[in-house]
């Protein structure tokens, strides 16, 4: 029997359907581990617990008009994490690639999934896993789904200008056609984030979508990532659909 995570009660908020929704939803999903150490148990029982909660929010997203979401999955330091604690992730990574391939509400749904970041990082099974998803779910449109995994902002950026300079270095565009636009394509994904949620209490976004989310509107929760709410997600819309969004105009 699946594990339980305990149930939250909070204020009731009503639903997103009448005001402003994002096009484009950033989740950093923070707290998995002290979520664990604060039920005194081991941190992978967090992260278990923790692509349990994606699936929830997904579904909630989807229900409040969120057309793309893209989760903060596993950042370029994660790789520094201990052993058993990688493997575990590794593990639970694979897990979702086959729960995926064979969930057939994706397809029905029309949820097209990509994955951001230097995927080559990844043991090889893991990236193959990713790339038959990508291929599976490429033509869908009705919904997109977006993993940062093996994902940095700084490294995105740095990963653009390599693309650039190749294509300037191979005479295939000139350095004066280089601008924001041409910038933006090269990147892991050319969407803005209109919001951006991150759990856990911490007040920064630690690299996740720099350019992307340059003039995104920011929401801290308090809570840690597997005890997130719809109630929750409910609050931040609501916010999100408040604030006057001016672009530095």
Not at 33 to 46: E, N, T, V
Request: charged share 35%.
């Amino acid at each position: 029997m699946a594990e339980k995570v305990p149930r939250q009660i909070g204020t009731k908020v009503p639903m997103a359907s009448e005001r402003k929704v994002p096009k484009h939803l950033g989740i950093i999903m923070d707290g998995n581990r002290r979520f664990a150490k604060r039920l005194m148990i081991q941190p992978q029982m967090g992260h278990k617990w923790g692509a349990q909660k994606l699936r929830e929010v997904l579904g909630w997203c989807k229900e409040s008009g969120v057309k793309e979401v893209t989760f903060y999955a596993f950042s370029v330091e994660n790789f520094h994490r201990p052993k058993n604690e990688f493997d575990y992730l590794m593990n639970i990574f694979k897990e979702e690639m086959e729960r995926i391939k064979s969930d057939e509400s994706i397809m029905k749904d029309g949820i097209k999934i990509r994955f951001l970041g230097r995927i080559w990082m990844f043991p090889e099974d893991l990236q193959k896993g990713m790339k038959e998803v990508e291929e599976m779910t490429k033509k869908n449109n009705n919904y997109f789904v977006n993993f940062a995994m093996a994902y940095g902002g700084r490294t995105e950026m740095v990963d653009a200008a390599k693309k650039i300079a190749k294509l300037i270095k191979d005479k295939k565009i000139d350095l004066e056609q280089v601008d924001e636009k041409l910038f933006a394509q090269n990147l892991y994904l050319d969407s803005d984030v209109d919001l951006v949620i991150r759990t856990s209490g911490e007040k920064r976004t630690s690299g996740f979508m720099l350019w992307q989310s340059s003039y995104a509107e920011l929401y801290f929760c308090d809570k840690y990532w597997p005890e997130f709410s719809k109630d929750d997600l409910q609050k931040a819309l609501k916010e999100y659909a408040d604030r006057d969004r001016r672009f530095g105009k």
